[in-house]
Structure formats: structure tokens, C-alpha cells
């Protein structure tokens, strides 16, 4: 029943669907993210100063044709995965860049030790509530994002700021589930719907 539900938006649109605006819309929600425009004052342009408007980036794909209701959910599902784990991707680099930047400034290694130790603590107690909700697929999926902000893969941030121990036994415990710490992002091949989809998402457009 719930799948029959989920599919009534696109039965009825024919034999190939389109994944055009109205479609994203009614099958992901409202975008995550606006279209940012705003007034960064006046340039001096062919003698002249005319006022400066700074835009998001746009993107133009073709649209997306599936060839059945199940094509079509299969890509409508990946999008809806996105929009939930990529806010937390962006955080985690956000968080990683301070922490880097922190570290910097600290003298001793003993003083960086103590750092990344409470660093850790605070990571689990914020993300690991949040990090249980994610299904099996989200999850993964978190995994790739991380190496396409951070470009690192979530093993060489563990093993370069926590130990390759520690890389070693998240990730041993890791493929018990069958996923990998070492996943790398590839927007050029494997991830390339992924990557359409975070571009769409990231200027407002999804």
C-alpha cells in the first residue's frame, strides 16, 4: 500500500517520466537550501559604477528520463537520501576545519592530545544519536559525502587526527555491515547522479 502511494504522483504522467522542477518538487519537498541573491555594492564598469549583484550558481542539466515508475524511484529515493545526509556531511567538514585550524594554534603535542580526545567525546555524544536514525543506504552514503567535502575519506580523517588504531577498528567494525570507511567519492562515474543531485540541492534548485 505504501509503495502504491508513493508511486501515485508519477503514475500518471505516461510511459517515460520526467524529472523536471514540478516533479523534484513533489517528490522531494521544498528545497533545503535558498537561491541566494544580494547587493555587494558598485563596480566601476566602461567608465561607469553600476551596482554588483552576487548570485548562486545555476546549473542546466537535461532533464532525467525514466523509463518506468521504479527507475524514476530508485533516483527520487537517492535525492530524498541526500537532502537528509548532506547537511550533516557539510557540518562534519565545518566541525573538521575548526578542529584543524585549532590545532594549529596549539603549541605541545601533549595539548593537542588532550584536544583531539574531548574533540572526540563531543563528536560522539552530538552525532551518534543522530547517526543511529540514518537507514543502512544513508549511511553509506554519509561515508562518500564526507571525502567529497573534506577530500579525505572518514578512514584518513580517523587515522590522521585519531590514530591508525582507532582508523583500523571503526573501519574492521564498519565491514562487519558491509560498508567501508575507505569509500572514496567519485562524481565522474559511480557518484554521478549524486553529484547532479548535491549541485541542484546546493543552489536552491531541488
Known amino acids: 500500500m505504501t509503495a502504491m502511494l508513493w508511486l501515485t504522483p508519477l503514475s500518471g504522467v505516461g510511459q517515460n517520466i520526467v524529472a523536471?522542477?514540478?516533479?523534484?518538487?513533489?517528490?522531494?519537498?521544498?528545497?533545503?537550501?535558498?537561491?541566494?541573491?544580494?547587493?555587494a555594492g558598485k563596480v566601476l564598469y566602461d567608465?561607469?559604477?553600476?551596482?554588483?549583484?552576487?548570485m548562486s550558481d545555476v546549473y542546466v542539466f537535461d532533464n532525467l528520463v525514466f523509463k518506468s515508475a521504479k527507475e524514476a524511484k530508485k533516483y527520487y529515493k537517492i535525492a530524498n537520501n541526500i537532502?537528509?545526509?548532506y547537511p550533516i556531511a557539510v557540518e562534519i567538514q565545518h566541525r573538521v576545519e575548526a578542529c584543524v585550524a585549532h590545532l594549529?594554534?596549539?603549541?605541545?603535542k601533549k595539548e593537542r592530545d588532550v584536544y583531539l580526545k574531548q574533540m572526540e567525546k563531543d563528536l560522539m555524544k552530538e552525532y551518534r544519536p543522530r547517526l543511529k536514525k540514518l537507514t543502512f543506504a544513508q549511511g553509506k552514503l554519509l561515508i562518500k559525502l564526507i571525502d567529497r567535502q573534506?577530500?579525505?575519506t572518514s578512514y584518513q580523517l580517523i587515522k590522521t587526527y585519531m590514530g591508525g588504531f582507532k582508523a583500523g577498528f571503526y573501519n574492521a567494525f564498519a565491514t562487519l555491515f558491509g560498508a567501508s570507511l575507505k569509500k572514496e567519492y567519485d562524481p565522474d562515474v559511480d557518484d554521478r547522479i549524486t553529484e547532479r543531485c548535491?549541485?541542484?540541492?546546493?543552489?536552491?534548485?531541488?
Request: net charge negative; aromatic share 8%.
Open 47 to 54: 567608465g561607469e559604477y553600476i551596482p554588483l549583484i552576487i
Open 198 to 206: 548535491i549541485l541542484l540541492i546546493e543552489s536552491g534548485q531541488m
Open 150 to 152: 573534506c577530500d579525505m
Open 83 to 85: 537532502k537528509k545526509v
Open 20 to 39: 523536471d522542477v514540478d516533479t523534484d518538487r513533489e517528490m522531494t519537498g521544498n528545497p533545503i537550501f535558498s537561491h541566494y541573491m544580494g547587493y
Open 104 to 108: 594549529d594554534s596549539l603549541p605541545t
